[in-house]
Structure formats: structure tokens, C-alpha cells
């Protein structure tokens, strides 16, 4: 089976930068995505990682080590709207594609 | 492009009555996903469809659980007895095939109370 660790919960101060980590085990590892969620809203797509590195997406960068099974979600310049929940996804294969969320990390930004 | 359609958006039921769940993905995805998502949780996969066919429906509580994707697009998730802890949000969600797809577009979901 999948499983992702997150921490559960970051602050962090608006204008600086965040890192929230995420861990995972799986079989048939294809790539790790980052999702953000807002309270009561849906999950929104922010960026994905096939292959080993860093992908910078404005504001957003997240990086992966296949190696390590691991990877991050980096946040510059950190805005009030940031506050959110953050969820790390495995993307496995095995004859079809299958999306396995972590347990979320809440950030709230404080200014 | 239209987004993932789900309704209705709340709904609050007692234990025991039964509840059903709808789903119209974007056009052309061939892949839907129903989730489950309790407060303070990341979503739980359910179910997983591709186009008409279940590819995935190992954690979906078949006693209670069943879900149908009419013609490969429109899906709908039902419960029937409902109990207490089934209270969440359901998140419908579709993606399109192949090696490079990355996301999964989600819809709004639909939030279920079961007192």
C-alpha cells in the first residue's frame, strides 16, 4: 500500500519563506504532486514531480528525491491567503494511475 | 472549460436513510475518482473509474458503498444505511489518461451530515 507523512501544522510569519516536508512509501512510484485546500474548499492542483530536483512555479517551488522518498513544498514570500492546508499526493502505477493523499499540513501565515 | 460539477453541494440525513451523490466530470476525462475527505484529514480515495470500468475499489465499503459511472461520465456514489461516521465531504474528481497527466481537477464536493 501508500502511505505519506506530513507535519500536521506550520506557522509562519507573512513575507518569509515555508518548507513542509513529505515522506512517503509506496510501490509503483510515478510522481509526487502538492495540492492546496482551502477551508471549505476543493483541493487545487499546484505543481507535480516526476523526476529528481527542484520545479519552480512563481511564488512556489517544490523539489524530489526519488532515492530518499521524499520530497518538499517550498513557499517564498509568504501572503495571508497562503493559510491553507497542503496535502502531498503519490501518483503510483500499476496498470492504471492511482493518487494517494498524505494527511495535510495546515499553514497559517501570521502577519 | 466547465469544471467538475457535483451536487448537492450539503446535504443532512439520519442514520440509517440512504443518500446518493453526483458527478459530471470535465469532458473527455476518462478518469474519475470519488473521495472522502473527514474534517481534518487528506482525502481517501473510494473508488476509481476509468472511463465506464472500476479500476479501484478497495477501500470503498462495499456493504453500505456502491458508485456507477453511467456510459463512462457521469458518476454517482450512494450510501445505503447511512451511518454517523460516513459524515464528510465527498470530493469527486477526474483527470484525463495517459503517462504525463499530472493532476486531478476536483469539484467543489458535496458535504454530508448523518445525525
Known amino acids: 500500500g501508500q502511505s505519506l507523512e506530513q507535519p500536521s501544522e506550520v506557522t509562519a510569519v507573512e513575507g518569509a519563506i515555508v518548507q513542509i516536508n513529505c515522506t512517503y512509501q509506496t510501490s509503483g512510484f510515478y510522481g509526487l504532486s502538492w495540492y492546496q485546500q482551502h477551508d471549505g474548499g476543493a483541493p487545487t492542483f499546484l505543481s507535480y514531480n516526476a523526476l529528481d530536483g527542484l520545479e519552480e512555479t512563481g511564488r512556489f517551488s517544490s523539489f524530489l528525491s526519488r532515492s530518499d522518498s521524499y520530497g518538499y513544498l517550498l513557499l517564498q514570500e509568504l501572503q495571508m491567503k497562503d493559510s491553507a492546508s497542503y496535502f502531498c499526493a503519490v501518483r503510483s502505477s500499476g496498470g492504471y494511475q492511482k493518487v494517494t493523499f498524505g494527511t495535510g499540513t495546515k499553514l497559517q501565515v501570521i502577519p | 472549460e466547465a469544471g467538475v460539477a457535483q451536487s448537492p453541494r450539503y446535504k443532512i440525513i439520519e442514520k440509517r436513510q440512504s443518500v446518493a451523490f453526483w458527478c459530471n466530470p470535465i469532458?473527455?476525462?476518462?478518469?474519475l475518482y470519488w473521495y472522502q475527505q473527514i474534517l481534518g484529514q487528506g482525502p481517501k480515495l473510494l473508488i476509481q473509474f476509468q472511463n465506464n470500468g472500476v479500476v479501484d475499489d478497495s477501500q470503498l465499503p462495499k456493504d453500505r458503498f456502491s458508485a456507477e459511472r453511467l456510459k463512462g461520465v457521469d458518476s454517482t456514489l450512494k450510501i445505503q444505511p447511512a451511518k454517523l461516521e460516513d459524515s464528510a465531504v465527498y470530493l469527486c474528481?477526474?483527470?484525463?489518461?495517459?503517462?504525463?497527466?499530472?493532476?486531478?481537477?476536483f469539484g467543489q464536493g458535496t458535504r454530508l451530515t448523518v445525525v
Open positions: 474528481a477526474s483527470s484525463p489518461l495517459g503517462d504525463r497527466v499530472s493532476e486531478a481537477f
Open positions: 469532458s473527455g476525462h476518462a478518469t
